[in-house]
């Protein structure tokens, strides 16, 4: 789900980028730094929307570099347990499917897909109903529900099922 | 119902530290274990839902009785209570956090995009992949074109007692029935008879602005 949250960060500023644009370098030594990146805590830093205010500049001893601490908005997404999701299928193999949505991969695995969906291999991996009616292959959509998250260095993984109510594949005569 | 947001709550303590066990352990467990493990801290869980300042202390009870079997529930209505629990209190997003349907955040991603295509003369600006990745998850997935609407038809549900978080969830499932909702939103469940009629009205309002795909 995404968020609008607060954030604040010491950007330390070399004297070089000091003068009349200094806000402005600030500003955008902070978007190289920030956007884009992953915490754990608050997800994906997806864009920031503005600047709150930018503190007073602390010279570092020994250094010259200066640190400002700056509060900033920005637009995070962050997965949760329990999130109902839209991603769409990127690989099928036999011990489930991986699926992402914005920027987060979710893997689902064939524990949690309905037992009656085996798996068939063969050029188009996928995961069909013994009817055949159903079909869960690349670049499906799938609705899925988020049971677990684990966060890297730089991505968040989550674990998802569709073995719930109105999870599942998406038809587009239907799509929510 | 506190109690199974309790869980949830544990489980997203577990996600914080990096592992979380309940996405190794996929199999369901009664309800029973629950509610026998978290009798000694329901009161403290219920202080927790207002301020999230005796999450230490409860976290380091929770952990003393043994994770495992707490973070075994698989039981969908506990993980789904504590969505909208962990949306209000979840220590790990800051107290000012504001949730954003996904149509609202597609409104501001390309805001933003718009003026970054202007700046693209300089060629260090570049556009974060994460940036590009929601923004087209927001394009295809969000089904309402207009935000200020669809708060307009679900602001009402507030008086019968939903958050903004519940809210924020209800918009980004576009659900298509009331069954839909409560399957989603467990916590809303208890108030199923209140709540039904003048949810049913939003649902029927919101399927008038769905945008056609």
Same mark, same amino acid.
């Given at each position: 789900?995404?968020?609008?949250?607060?954030?604040?960060?010491?950007?330390?500023?070399?004297?070089?980028?000091?003068?009349?644009?200094?806000?402005?370098?600030?500003?955008?030594?902070?978007?190289?730094?920030?956007?884009?990146?992953?915490?754990?805590?608050?997800?994906?830093?997806?864009?920031?929307?503005?600047?709150?205010?930018?503190?007073?500049?602390?010279?570092?001893?020994?250094?010259?570099?200066?640190?400002?601490?700056?509060?900033?908005?920005?637009?995070?997404?962050?997965?949760?347990?329990?999130?109902?999701?839209?991603?769409?299928?990127?690989?099928?193999?036999?011990?489930?499917?991986?699926?992402?949505?914005?920027?987060?991969?979710?893997?689902?695995?064939?524990?949690?897909?309905?037992?009656?969906?085996?798996?068939?291999?063969?050029?188009?991996?996928?995961?069909?109903?013994?009817?055949?009616?159903?079909?869960?292959?690349?670049?499906?959509?799938?609705?899925?529900?988020?049971?677990?998250?684990?966060?890297?260095?730089?991505?968040?993984?989550?674990?998802?099922?569709?073995?719930?109510?109105?999870?599942?594949?998406?038809?587009?005569?239907?799509?929510? | 119902?506190?109690? *199974? #947001? %309790? @869980? +949830?709550?544990?489980?997203?303590? /577990? $996600?914080?530290?990096? &592992? !979380?066990?309940?996405?190794?352990?996929? =199999?369901?467990?009664?309800?029973?274990?629950?509610?026998?493990?978290?009798?000694?801290?329901?009161?403290?869980?219920?202080?927790?839902?207002?301020?999230?300042?005796?999450?230490?202390?409860?976290?380091?009870?929770?952990?003393? *009785? #043994? %994770? @495992? +079997?707490?973070?075994?529930?698989? /039981? $969908?209505?506990?993980? &789904? !209570?504590?969505?909208?629990?962990?949306? =209000?209190?979840?220590?790990?997003?800051?107290?000012?956090?504001?949730?954003?349907?996904?149509?609202?955040?597609?409104?501001?991603?390309?805001?933003?995009?718009?003026?970054?295509?202007?700046?693209?003369?300089?060629?260090?600006? *570049?556009?974060?992949?994460?940036?590009?990745?929601?923004?087209?998850?927001?394009?295809?997935?969000?089904?309402?074109?207009?935000?200020?609407?669809?708060?307009?038809?679900?602001?009402?549900?507030?008086?019968?007692?939903?958050?903004?978080?519940?809210?924020?969830?209800?918009?980004?499932?576009?659900?298509?029935?009331?069954?839909?909702?409560?399957?989603?939103?467990?916590?809303?469940?208890?108030?199923?008879?209140?709540?039904?009629?003048?949810?049913?009205?939003?649902?029927?309002?919101?399927?008038?602005?769905?945008?056609?795909?």
């Amino acid at each position: 789900m995404f968020f609008h949250i607060v954030l604040e960060r010491n950007m330390q500023l070399h004297p070089r980028f000091f003068g009349r644009n200094l806000r402005e370098n600030l500003v955008s030594k902070l978007m190289k730094d920030v956007e884009g990146t992953c915490s754990g805590r608050h997800g994906f830093v997806v864009a920031i929307t503005g600047i709150e205010s930018i503190g007073k500049g602390l010279i570092r001893d020994g250094t010259g570099f200066v640190t400002f601490p700056v509060k900033y908005q920005c637009v995070v997404f962050r997965p949760f347990k329990g999130e109902i999701l839209e991603a769409v299928v990127t690989l099928v193999n036999k011990m489930g499917f991986f699926a992402e949505a914005g920027p987060v991969q979710i893997f689902v695995s064939k524990h949690l897909i309905p037992d009656d969906m085996e798996f068939q291999a063969g050029d188009m991996p996928n995961y069909t109903t013994s009817d055949g009616s159903v079909k869960i292959q690349k670049e499906c959509e799938v609705r899925l529900k988020i049971i677990g998250t684990r966060v890297d260095a730089t991505e968040i993984f989550c674990v998802g099922t569709i073995k719930d109510d109105f999870l599942g594949v998406i038809n587009d005569p239907e799509a929510a | 119902m506190s109690e *199974k #947001g %309790g @869980k +949830g709550f544990k489980s997203s303590l /577990k $996600s914080k530290s990096g &592992k !979380d066990d309940s996405s190794t352990k996929p =199999k369901k467990t009664g309800k029973v274990h629950f509610d026998h493990n978290l009798g000694k801290s329901e009161s403290r869980f219920k202080v927790l839902q207002g301020s999230d300042d005796n999450f230490q202390g409860f976290s380091a009870s929770k952990e003393s *009785k #043994g %994770g @495992k +079997g707490s973070n075994k529930a698989k /039981k $969908s209505s506990v993980s &789904k !209570d504590s969505q909208p629990l962990e949306l =209000k209190t979840e220590k790990e997003l800051p107290e000012n956090a504001k949730c954003l349907m996904d149509c609202e955040a597609f409104q501001i991603l390309q805001g933003i995009k718009e003026q970054i295509t202007v700046l693209s003369e300089d060629p260090t600006i *570049k556009i974060p992949v994460p940036f590009d990745r929601g923004l087209e998850y927001l394009k295809y997935g969000s089904c309402y074109m207009n935000p200020q609407s669809v708060r307009q038809i679900l602001d009402p549900l507030k008086k019968h007692g939903v958050s903004e978080g519940e809210m924020c969830v209800i918009a980004n499932v576009c659900p298509e029935s009331t069954d839909e909702v409560f399957a989603f939103v467990p916590s809303i469940k208890g108030r199923k008879d209140k709540i039904n009629q003048p949810l049913e009205e939003a649902l029927a309002k919101l399927s008038k602005i769905k945008k056609s795909t």
